[in-house]
């Protein structure tokens, strides 16, 4: 057995019986991320999942940075149709909780137009203010377990509710959404 690990977190290679050359790839003891493919495909399969996973985070934190989120749109479907369509998303914005639109899937969703702003001032002074974080019901049990699973990578790994990846966005949570977002991200559903 060994293991790599990458931006998108750790992969293991077992073999699937000894002295065979085909071999299973699992992310953080938890995703299957290939299933009897042969030894020689292992470092191009991890390289390319990992390069995935890390287009799949710049297009959520560049959404995240203009106050949208992205989050999986099945909780009104019947279950049989929920699994079937586990990968469709949608763009919310989180200030009025306004849908935007939907897309099949993660990879769909476009980067976000750059922004330019031009501010003139008569003088130079800029003052800072500092804003207190929101909190939500979350609770601190709640905010560690979504905090430690984030920094495993549990995110990066699909789920049926894609929750704030921030620790600011995960304080403002509610306890539902938290319960929710938790059993996304161990995959126990």
Known sequence: ?????????????????????????ILNSRTTI?????AADADEKIARHTELVASRKAVREAWEAR????????SDMPRAARMRHMNRVALYRTADEQ?????????EVPM??????TVETADATVETVEVEAVRGTITDTQIATILDLIADGAHEEGGFYAGP?????????????AATYITSLTGRY
């Open 67 to 74: 106050g949208i989120i992205i989050v999986r749109d099945a």
């Open 165 to 177: 990846t921030t620790e600011a966005g995960v304080r403002a949570m509610s306890r539902d959404d």
């Open 112 to 117: 976000p137009e750059p922004t330019t702003e």
């Open 34 to 38: 290939a299933s009897g493919i042969p």
């Open 1 to 25: 057995m060994t293991s790599i690990t990458t931006t998108a977190g750790t992969y293991t290679i077992t073999h699937r019986a000894e002295n065979s050359a085909l071999i299973d790839i």
């Open 99 to 107: 849908l935007l639109d939907h897309y099949a899937s993660i990879d």
